[in-house]
């Protein structure tokens, strides 16, 4: 499966997933669900498995076009459209107007959302101590050398040097991580156990009873 996604190009990846979401849209009737909890749903969504509690998130508008929910976002003091099936299962983060035309171009533009790091933060006085007692709890960041919120959370701790007894490198370790069933990145282990708390230094102590001091 890595070796797939490496080799393919990105517009075949791309256009698979649309073909897909409109076949599903297609085969699959959907029985309505009321437009807020739709919308109330899409932002738990994207607040739990993208934002991980740490940018505050809304809607500001539900509508309903061409058969499918869209959904206007306000994140960090930006807005954005996301679009949902009707029944509120099924969640498209863009949506193309084949009327309109489309350039796979625009798939390579950069974009960069500061989920974990803040530049004008202080590290912990005793983030030495901090780390070693994370590690003696059996915790783990599992990261990739390319993935860029991997950079950010290591950030946190003050870089791949402070980090090194808990970081685990994935393009290097691919056995072990296949091991662990790494399946994204950055993904954390607390005692063998995927960490779902909010992604920050505080959050971390209070997991796993580690003193932090400033």
């Given at each position: 499966?890595?070796k797939f996604?490496?080799e393919?190009?990105?517009w075949?990846?791309?256009?698979?997933v649309?073909v897909?979401?409109?076949?599903?849209?297609?085969?699959f009737?959907q029985s309505?669900m009321d437009?807020?909890?739709?919308g109330?749903r899409a932002?738990?969504f994207?607040?739990?498995?993208f934002?991980y509690?740490q940018?505050?998130?809304e809607?500001t508008?539900i509508?309903?076009e061409?058969?499918?929910?869209?959904?206007?976002i306000?994140?960090?003091?930006?807005e954005?459209d996301?679009?949902a099936t009707?029944?509120?299962?099924?969640?498209f983060?863009e949506g193309?107007?084949?009327?309109?035309?489309?350039?796979?171009?625009?798939l390579?533009?950069e974009?960069?959302i500061?989920?974990y790091y803040?530049e004008?933060a202080?590290?912990?006085?005793?983030?030495?101590?901090f780390?070693?007692?994370?590690d003696?709890?059996?915790?783990?960041?599992f990261?990739?050398?390319?993935c860029?919120?991997c950079?950010?959370?290591?950030?946190l701790?003050g870089?791949y040097?402070?980090?090194d007894?808990?970081?685990?490198?994935?393009?290097d370790?691919?056995?072990?991580?296949?091991e662990?069933?790494?399946?994204?990145y950055?993904?954390?282990?607390?005692?063998?156990?995927?960490?779902?708390?909010p992604?920050?230094?505080?959050?971390?102590?209070?997991?796993?009873?580690?003193d932090?001091?400033?």
């Open positions: 499966m890595k996604f490496k393919t190009p990105i075949l990846i791309a256009l698979g649309v897909l979401g409109f076949t599903l849209l297609l085969l009737p309505s437009k807020d909890k739709v109330e932002i738990e994207i607040d739990e498995y934002l509690g940018i505050p998130i809607y508008d509508s309903l061409s058969g499918i929910y869209k959904i206007t306000m994140m960090d003091n930006e954005f996301v679009y009707k029944d509120g299962k099924y969640l983060p193309y107007d084949m009327e309109e035309g489309f350039s796979f171009d625009d390579y533009e974009q960069e500061d989920v803040d004008d202080m590290l912990p006085s005793n983030i030495d101590d780390v070693a007692c994370l003696k709890n059996d915790f783990k960041i990261g990739a050398d390319w860029p919120y950079e950010q959370l290591v950030d701790f870089g040097s402070a980090v007894s808990i970081y685990v490198e994935c393009t370790q691919e056995d072990y991580c296949s662990k069933e790494i399946a994204g950055p993904t954390i282990l607390l005692a063998d156990n995927e960490y779902q708390g992604r920050d230094l505080n959050s971390f102590a209070q997991a796993t009873q580690c932090l001091r400033y």
